[in-house]
């Protein structure tokens, strides 16, 4: 699949066109305040519009790094015939579905089940009152590709409503009775098993049959990475020791590092592959996926010890504290797919434009011999290794790839090791430079609570495992950030969004759970107190606003929030986990530590809930599973009695992150307060105590402790 242009247009100028976007913060709203069409954000204004006029909702839901969202832009949303239809017989509302999933969840759960697929942009349309009626994804401007064109779609429709309203009313109330009903979810029957040892097994062997044993990813084109099978893999691995359940997470990991899908100049990974290679990719790059594949990497490199993978962890999080940090310590959301492909037409842009070479680029740039040696290890050929694309642009391009190890590269040039490992890594710099001075992608600058809530747990075991302060600096910053700028200590509310000093939006499911899995997370590796307590306010709260108490699990969005027409209980975790899936984990982690019933209780109500989606549907779970295996096992207590900074308990610490020991939690002893604060949660740690003067480990399960010790060597044979 060659690389797809978007064609050049004449935007209209700010004069010409301004509408109500333009007063939003959101960067995918602002890129549609000059367009035409005159859109409303979602709220109260549009929806009054739509009632007192008696007109149709025309619902537009993307993000601003969306390929696809900007073709649609410029060829239906740019276009002056196309936007007075709009404008004369809809109301026009834009949503970004990152700042707002609620909207999105309900909207995209309608477009899947009538017509089988999904995906961004979204176009659906609404009666008055926000019941939808019918949907899609992206359409082109005229009839092509077997899809009707938007411009027909609008008509038809039009033409609908005025002739066919009732109909139109009464399906809609129809189908969003449907919805209610099928994505209701509730505790099957009193008393109902919790949890079914074998539907970890059955998760596990409907990944063996999809797994790609030649090159990695389970299904085949196009290969998204979804770390939270790796989770779940990883966490069945620890506890059968099936070592298939293990190489199928190495095989992947090592395969999509070699790939395309890797910045191999700068760092970090695409959104997905559009081959079963992992070649050619969707060049944007999302927060969500360096936090998740970060983890992922280190815990591989846990298990394993292979250095590679916690070089590939340490190029992710280098990339995102150079391109995605915010100043105040809160990381942005994504870069673009889309850049100028000349800069003498910065309108004209193509995807992926940024990041690919003509071997005679790298020829000037680098000079010889070095350039063969770079374009041996890294695929680069004389006509380009993209196939070309339909106007072009891109013939004689190339995509960097590890098409040969060092070693192969070496004995192909016959020349020393070191010295080609010398030579590529500086051309690989010279390169990397020079694209710095290329236009760079889009770039949104929002920060999301519960992706920061990710990058957090990635920096946060990043430092610990890779004992590496810059990143343990990180970790804690953005916590800090997110708590300074998004965090009410007086309500205990959590916002959703921030940018350019706003923060907007009340939080949902998804950024309480994720937050707060962040804190703990944190606190297992730095042991600020703090952050622990933060956790468990922020899942009192989570159970305040989110929890069905009657019939279980947490549903993603408040009660409060009347222009939601479905309050949905979220489970399917895809490229992002599931809010319920997170907060099942948090519960489990929390009734071990704090010893409190109701955090356990919770977590029973969530799986007598979700037990029969765990049976039925693993696959659609596998962070869910994740939990699972920690419920499953038994998780131990390792408990370090001694002083924070001093270097004999962070020796002992360090023996604890070297290892995957992925269920069990941590707790540091440092000071009488503290001691008596844990104790209330498992009342052993009040005789915890350092040995003579020396820091001291307790490892324990269910609350049986064994002797404890002092010695690095003598902690790890107690893990093992």
């Known amino acids: 699949m060659g690389l797809r242009i978007v064609p050049g247009a004449k935007r209209p100028t700010a004069a010409m066109y301004t509408n109500r ?8 709203l602002l890129q549609h305040a000059h ?10 204004e549009a929806f009054a519009k739509a009632r007192s006029e008696n007109k149709p909702i025309f619902l537009s839901i993307g993000y601003s790094t969306c390929h696809w969202c900007h073709v649609m832009e410029r060829e239906s949303f740019e276009n002056d015939e196309i936007a007075a239809r709009l404008n004369r017989d809809f109301v026009p509302i834009k949503v970004d579905r990152e700042e707002r999933p609620d909207v999105d969840r309900v909207y995209m759960t309608f477009v899947q089940a009538t017509t089988g697929a999904g995906g961004w942009p979204m176009s659906v349309f609404l009666t008055p009152d926000r019941k939808p009626f019918f949907g899609g994804t992206y359409f082109p401007p005229e009839n092509r590709w077997g899809q009707p064109g938007f411009g027909s779609v609008l008509t038809q429709l039009a033409s609908a409503w005025n002739s066919q309203r009732d109909q139109i009313l009464d399906s809609a109330r129809d189908i969003l009775e449907q919805l209610h009903k099928s994505t209701s979810v509730r505790s099957p029957r009193p008393g109902a098993a919790i949890l ?58 090592r395969e999509m590092a070699k790939g395309g899908m890797r910045d191999h100049l700068g760092g970090g990974f695409h959104r997905y592959s559009v081959d079963e290679r992992w070649f050619v ?36 999080f280098d990339y995102v504290l150079r391109d995605l940090a915010d100043p105040g310590g809160g990381f942005y959301s994504a870069e673009d797919a889309d850049s100028a492909i000349d800069p003498a037409r910065p ?80 051309a690989e710099r010279v ?47 953005a916590a800090e950030f997110i708590i300074a700028c998004l965090y009410d200590s007086q309500t205990g509310i959590l916002e959703r969004r921030y940018r350019e000093g706003e923060a907007l939006i009340a939080g949902f499911l998804d950024d309480y759970a994720l937050f707060a899995q962040a804190l703990l997370d944190l606190y297992e590796a730095q042991f600020d107190r703090r952050h622990l307590d933060l956790a468990i306010r922020l899942t009192e709260k989570q159970q305040e606003l989110f929890e069905d108490r009657e019939q279980g699990a947490f549903f993603s969005t408040s009660a409060g929030d009347a222009s939601l027409v479905l309050r949905i209980k979220d489970d399917y975790d895809g490229a992002e986990p599931s809010g319920n899936s997170v907060a099942l984990g948090n519960l489990l982690r929390l009734a071990r530590i704090t010893g409190r019933p109701g955090f356990q209780e919770s977590a029973d109500r969530l799986l007598a809930v979700f037990g029969p989606r765990l ?31 001093a270097p004999d308990t962070q020796a002992l610490v360090r023996a604890v992150h070297a ?62």
């Open 431 to 477: 390169l990397f430079q020079a694209r710095s001075q290329r236009i760079r992608p889009h770039r949104d600058d929002k920060i999301l609570t519960a992706w920061n809530g990710l990058m957090i747990s990635a920096f946060a075991l990043g430092g610990a495992v890779l004992d590496e302060p810059v990143y343990a600096q990180a970790a804690r910053r």
């Open 347 to 426: 309108s004209e842009k193509g995807e992926g434009a940024f990041y690919i070479w003509s071997a005679s680029e790298v020829r000037a740039l680098v000079g010889e011999p070095a350039a063969s040696w770079f374009a041996f290890r890294y695929g680069v050929e004389e006509a380009g290794n993209v196939s070309q694309d339909p106007h072009g642009e891109f013939s004689g391009k190339n995509i960097l790839y590890r098409a040969h190890t060092l070693e192969e590269t070496s004995a192909h040039f016959r020349v020393t090791l070191d010295q080609l490992r010398t030579e590529v890594a500086k």
């Open 196 to 253: 079914d040892p074998a539907s970890l097994d059955s998760g596990f062997f409907v990944f063996r049959r999809t797994f790609d044993t030649h090159l990695g990813g389970f299904g085949g084109a196009p290969k998204f990475p979804r770390p939270v099978i790796h989770n779940f893999l990883l966490r069945y691995y620890a506890r059968t020791k099936n070592g298939e359940a293990l190489e199928m997470v190495l095989v992947t990991l």
């Open 35 to 44: 367009n035409p069409v005159d859109w409303y954000p979602w709220g109260d």
């Open 659 to 720: 290892r995957f020991d992925p269920n069990r939690i941590v707790l540091l002893v440092d000071s009488e307060k503290t001691r008596a604060a844990l104790a209330l949660g498992i009342p052993a740690i009040a005789a915890m105590h350092p040995l003579g003067g020396r820091a001291a480990a307790y490892v324990c399960r269910n609350f049986t402790c064994q002797l404890p010790v002092s010695e690095v060597g003598a902690l790890t044979e107690l893990l093992q």
């Open 281 to 316: 990719p969707h060049f944007e790059k999302m927060l969500y996926d360096q936090a998740q594949l970060a983890v992922s990497y280190l815990e591989a490199f846990q298990i394993t010890g292979d250095a590679a993978f916690a070089a590939t962890a340490r190029s992710i």
């Open 615 to 645: 049976s039925v549907a693993p696959v659609a779970v596998p962070q869910m599973l994740a939990a699972c295996e920690f419920r499953l096992s038994e998780p131990r207590e390792i408990i370090i009695a001694g002083d924070r900074g």
């Open 21 to 28: 976007l333009a007063k939003e913060k959101s960067p995918y």
